[in-house]
C-alpha cells in the first residue's frame, strides 16, 4: 500500500507507535468541532516541535490564528509556557502582486471573541491587528518556539524579521504554506540568503528551522 500510494507522489505513514497515537486521536477531536488549516501530519509536526522546545527558554508565539484550532494544539501540548497569539481576526491583508492568486483579502476572517471562548482557560494572550504593528507588548519578551500560518509575502518577511533576533539558541519556527505559496517561499529565501540556519523542508506544506545563536 506504501509503494502503490508512493507512485502516485503521497505518502502514508502508521501514526500509532507510542505517543503517535494519542496524538492522532487528539488531532481527529479538534477537526471534528472546529477548522484546522492543517493536516493531520502537519498537526503532528507542529506538536513534535512544541514538545521539543519545551527545555528551550522563552514564550511561545502564533501569527495567524484564524479560527484558533492550531493555537489549541500548540498551548495544549506545552501549557505552562505563555502563548501570544496575533491575527486580524478581520481574514488576510490585501495580498500582493508576488503572492498567490488563491488568495484574496478577507480570507478566513474569524471572531476574536469566538476563538477567545474556543481557547478559554488555556495560558494564552490576544492581540488583535496587523502585525507587527501589534506587537509591542512583547518586544523584550524571547521565544522558544513561532507557529506562523500568514500565507504572504509581507506578513511572512514582518514576521521573520521581528521574531528571529527574539528566538533563543534552539528555539524553533514552523511556517505553513511552504511551496504552496510563493509569497512565503520567497520571503524564506530572501530573510535567509545572509543566515546560518538552514530552512528544513517538512512533510506536507511546512517549513521550519532552528535558531543556532543568540543575537541578529
Not at 104 to 126: P, W
Not at 136 to 143: A, N, R, T
Amino acid at each position: 500500500m506504501k509503494l502503490f500510494f508512493a507512485r502516485h507522489h503521497y505518502i502514508l505513514a502508521r501514526y500509532d507507535t507510542l505517543h503517535r497515537a494519542g496524538w492522532m486521536d487528539y488531532i481527529t477531536g479538534v477537526k471534528a468541532d472546529r477548522n484546522l488549516l492543517l493536516s493531520h501530519g502537519e498537526a503532528c509536526q507542529l506538536i513534535s516541535a512544541v514538545k521539543a522546545t519545551q527545555k528551550v527558554r522563552g514564550d511561545m508565539a502564533e501569527v495567524g490564528v484564524a479560527y484558533g484550532a492550531s493555537a489549541r494544539l500548540i498551548a495544549d501540548h506545552s501549557p505552562e509556557r505563555p502563548l501570544h497569539l496575533f491575527d486580524t481576526f478581520d481574514g488576510l491583508p490585501a495580498p500582493g502582486s508576488g503572492d498567490s492568486p488563491k488568495f484574496v483579502a478577507g480570507q478566513f476572517k474569524s471572531s476574536l471573541e469566538d476563538v477567545r471562548r474556543y481557547l478559554s482557560a488555556r495560558n494564552v494572550y490576544f492581540y488583535q491587528g496587523l502585525f507587527p504593528s501589534t506587537a509591542g507588548p512583547v518586544e523584550d519578551k524571547v521565544f522558544s518556539f513561532v507557529h506562523l500560518d500568514v500565507d504572504l509575502y509581507e506578513s511572512t518577511l514582518a514576521s521573520l524579521e521581528f521574531f528571529y533576533p527574539r528566538l533563543s539558541p534552539g528555539a524553533i519556527l514552523i511556517s505553513h504554506d511552504y511551496l504552496t505559496s510563493e509569497g512565503v517561499n520567497v520571503a524564506f529565501r530572501e530573510f535567509f540568503a545572509d543566515k546560518p540556519e538552514p530552512v528544513i523542508e517538512l512533510t506536507g506544506y511546512q517549513c521550519m528551522f532552528v535558531k543556532l545563536a543568540a543575537g541578529k
